[in-house]
């Protein structure tokens, strides 16, 4: 990646798409965020070259700026922390990375100005009890601002990385973010799965080296384990990278059960996903779902944090409608399997929609061409809803198919246009 410059242009972003969309997500499921980091900056010039030429001279200034402002606080910081008797092994900041940035910015309507944590406060220290009396340190010295809280040390994020996350009102009313984490910790969020594996040395006579492997985390082992499993089991690379975008490089969420344990999701998971994460039995038998105590339909969207309940009935067998929105390949499978035989095996794959959601910079045509796209690939267009959002393009298209294949191959072509910056998609 860092020698792509030498490259021809279409070969440069065609690796760069490539890195963006498969490396980078592994990299950061993974826990490696260094990594996935660097791949994805690495890519983005390369991927949206206009888009990367404007976020390098808006920030022109404000990563200096900011560093500079940080600069005058840390004595502040630093004095009250050692009165407080907190060993802090490290105090430094961050810049936030590009990648990352833009994709935020996309968020908050391409307001910079929203986004406090451009530069943010890392403060390492020798262990989690000292994490949370850091925390308290902060919030006595500023006021934390409400919502922007965040214990992922309590419930880490789905790729292992525990940290806390606090945004407090400094001096002259300026917003700066904090984190706080432990040695192990930053370690595991720059390295991930790879962090895990350690090596003792102990000399002995003639300068004899032992090396011993320390065991990687369960978590981390069990996603690589599901991914060989999926390699194993599809019989065909389109198959497997097409599980492998939603079920593992997909924007992940966290349920959590009565009992309070935390399930790892894709982005846009159902109660029927969470009920065959669990287990196939309680899948099959599924017939209600509760999210924080009120009953929901089984095509619920979960969100991170919601508490779900499975009701189950003995004997009950699963319904061809539940594929219509049911996410993950476990879950899909686990229903194609049970239907097997019944007299409801004719009908499992029922014709579905799909919406496109793309954010796209304007200009005449675009809608034209997207559509002319679609059609190309012989799937019908039933529904175009076009809006314009904060200077750029927000475009809805509703297709006929639920083909996953066939959709991440559209999702390509459309983004191989210039002007597109980033496409989504959900059943419906």
Not at 279 to 292: F, T
Not at 334 to 354: D, M, S, Y
Request: glycine share 4%; with cysteine; hydrophobic share 35%.
């Amino acid at each position: 990646m860092r020698t792509l410059d030498a490259l021809p242009a279409p070969k440069r972003r065609r690796i760069a798409l490539e890195t963006m969309e498969i490396y980078a997500p592994l990299a950061y499921r993974l826990g490696m965020q260094k990594i996935s980091g660097e791949l994805e900056d690495l890519a983005f010039p390369h991927t949206y070259p206009s888009e990367y030429r404007w976020l390098i001279k808006k920030l022109e200034y404000r990563y200096e700026a900011m560093e500079k402002y940080l600069d005058r606080i840390r004595p502040t910081v630093e004095k009250a922390l050692k009165d407080a008797g907190v060993e802090v092994s490290s105090l430094d900041y961050r810049a936030k990375r590009y990648t990352s940035l833009y994709r935020k910015l996309l968020r908050y309507e391409m307001d910079i100005d929203r986004v406090y944590d451009l530069v943010a406060f890392r403060i390492i220290v020798k262990n989690v009890e000292d994490c949370y009396a850091t925390l308290g340190v902060i919030h006595n010295l500023w006021t934390p601002m409400p919502g922007r809280i965040k214990d992922y040390i309590a419930i880490p994020k789905p790729n292992g990385y525990r940290s806390l996350h606090t945004t407090v009102i400094c001096t002259e009313n300026r917003l700066v973010e904090f984190q706080i984490r432990t040695e192990q910790m930053h370690r595991e969020a720059e390295n991930g799965i790879a962090a895990h594996w350690a090596y003792e040395e102990s000399k002995g006579t003639k300068g004899y080296t032992r090396k011993k492997a320390i065991k990687a985390a369960s978590q981390e082992i069990r996603w690589v384990e599901q991914l060989r499993s999926w390699q194993n089991e599809t019989t065909n690379s389109e198959g497997f990278i097409d599980s492998l975008k939603v079920d593992f490089l997909k924007d992940r969420i966290f349920a959590i059960t009565p009992r309070g344990d935390v399930i790892d999701l894709p982005q846009g998971a159902t109660p029927i996903d969470f009920a065959y994460h669990i287990h196939s039995q309680i899948g099959n038998q599924c017939v209600s779902a509760k999210i924080n105590g009120d009953i929901v339909p089984l095509d619920h969207k979960l969100k991170s944090s919601d508490i779900v309940e499975i009701l189950t009935q003995k004997g009950k067998k699963p319904s061809p409608d539940w594929l219509n929105f049911a996410i993950t390949s476990n879950a899909r499978n686990q229903i194609r399997n049970a239907l097997k035989g019944t007299r409801h095996n004719l009908r499992i794959e029922r014709k579905a929609h799909v919406e496109l959601k793309i954010i796209a910079t304007n200009r005449v045509d675009l809608l034209s061409d997207i559509t002319g796209i679609i059609s190309r690939s012989h799937v019908n267009v039933t529904r175009v809803q076009s809006e314009p959002r904060m200077g750029l393009q927000l475009v809805k298209i509703v297709c006929e198919t639920n083909d996953k294949t066939k959709i991440t191959k559209l999702i390509i072509k459309i983004k191989a246009l210039k002007e597109v910056k980033r496409v989504d998609y959900r059943f419906v």
